[in-house]
Nanobody
């Protein structure tokens, strides 16, 4: 069992920044892909960004966040950061991180690719 724990959410004004952290306290054997997703009540859970250690730490971003959200490549082991700048009220959501352990394949933003999920951290952006 792989544990996932998000932190760093909060309430900010439009234009401000937040830094989310996804920790895997117990670590895992082998390589993995970590995805960040977000979801509003009653809405689908959408992919935001991902980093894939199976693919030389290649990073993926949703079009809506490209240029504003970044996953640094110099993450501490078993901790993945999502740096968010230029936040807008449309970024208000619960943010989740997930791990694909064992290279299950599939697109980075496909929910079924991931076999471990955190409980989420709330991000609220006011105008």
């Amino acid at each position: 069992q792989v544990q996932m724990k998000e932190s760093g959410g909060g309430s900010v004004q439009a234009g401000e920044s937040l830094r989310l952290s996804c920790a895997m306290p117990g670590g895992t054997d082998g390589s993995y892909c970590i995805g960040w997703f977000r979801q509003a009540p009653g809405k689908a859970r959408d992919g935001v960004a991902a980093i894939d250690t199976n693919n030389d730490e290649y990073t993926y971003y949703a079009g809506s966040v490209k240029g504003r959200f970044t996953i640094p490549r110099d993450n501490a082991k078993y901790t993945i950061i999502l740096q968010m700048i230029g936040l807008t009220p449309d970024d208000t959501d619960m943010y989740y991180c997930a791990a694909d352990v064992g290279d299950r394949g599939g697109n980075w933003d496909n929910l079924s690719k991931y076999n471990y999920w955190g409980q989420g951290t709330q991000v609220t952006v006011s105008s």
